[in-house]
């Protein structure tokens, strides 16, 4: 089991902190009361595997609650859990400023009487003693949310190439790929539906693979698909993206968008690339 309790200056980024733990497949709850996370555990500990990655977000908005945070966390310590605290600080100056941009109020805003420093100064004294238990401290002061996020994959991917490429093929007939970020229509090359003996069959047989790939004009695109992709990869890295997906269209979804669906998904495993590979539309009719 793997929990992350996600803690730390309100408007310090531990909303960019989420989006990051959440694509690399963290169950993720924000604010939930402290003394429910050792309850929580428990059920993770009985869903035999379904939940083994968890992070927390806890704060000041927990008002009272909050404050039965140090000790969950020195209970958590004494059980079998693997159990990594963050903790993201900012200066005063630069959260007072991202406050008046948003016109977002401060969680202190009340007990401080509207006066934003005062709740920052005031939210800062309450966390020293939780800042002292983090494993990581992070301040995001002059950190891009790129650069912050890449430091997020940095301490909780579980290899270095944390970026996961799907790769999907699917018939327009049956509508668009809206989730994809780069597509590819196929449906300029040879169509082996009106092939008799290859109607029935689909681009993962070999037959249909080869007669897609026999063409000139199958043979220049895919390279040049290729050497496209290769470039764009370690652009989308640099971005931050945790996710890509590549998808192939072609009418049915059956014969050419599966093949070069295929025909990239080796390409890219052959770079050591960790991908996934779908055909959405293979069975339809």
Not at 30 to 42: R, S
């Amino acid at each position: 089991m793997q929990f992350v309790i996600i803690t730390g200056m309100s408007g310090s980024g531990k909303s960019s902190c989420v989006d990051v733990l959440e694509d690399m497949g963290y169950y993720c709850i924000d604010n939930m009361p402290p003394e429910l996370i050792g309850k929580f555990v428990d059920i993770c500990n009985q869903s035999e595997g379904k939940i083994d990655k968890v992070a927390f977000v806890i704060d000041i908005r927990s008002g009272e609650w909050f404050l039965k945070l140090k000790d969950t966390l020195e209970m958590l310590r004494h059980e079998d859990v693997g159990l990594k605290i963050v903790f993201l600080d900012c200066s005063d100056d630069v959260i007072i400023s991202r406050y008046k941009e948003t016109r977002r109020k401060h969680p202190l805003d009340e007990v401080s009487f509207g006066n934003i420093r005062k709740a920052v100064e005031t939210e800062r004294e309450t966390l020293v003693s939780i800042k002292a238990m983090a494993d990581y401290y992070i301040d995001t002061t002059n950190t891009h949310v790129n650069d912050f996020r890449e430091r997020m994959r940095e301490i909780f991917a579980e290899s270095t190439d944390y970026m996961r490429i799907d790769v999907r093929s699917f018939g327009f007939k049956f509508g668009y790929m809206p989730e994809g970020d780069l597509v590819f229509d196929v449906r300029c090359l040879p169509n082996p539906f009106y092939v008799p003996e290859l109607k029935n069959l689909t681009g993962l047989n070999p037959e249909v693979y080869t007669y897609v790939m026999k063409f000139d004009q199958s043979k220049r695109l895919l390279d040049k698909l290729c050497n496209l992709v290769d470039f764009l990869i370690p652009l989308y890295e640099k971005e931050g993206k945790a996710q890509l997906v590549i998808a192939f269209g072609c009418t049915g979804g059956k014969h050419r968008s599966v093949a070069f669906a295929e025909a990239l998904a080796h390409h890219l495993r052959e770079k050591n690339h960790k991908i996934r590979i779908q055909h959405r539309d293979i069975e339809k009719r």
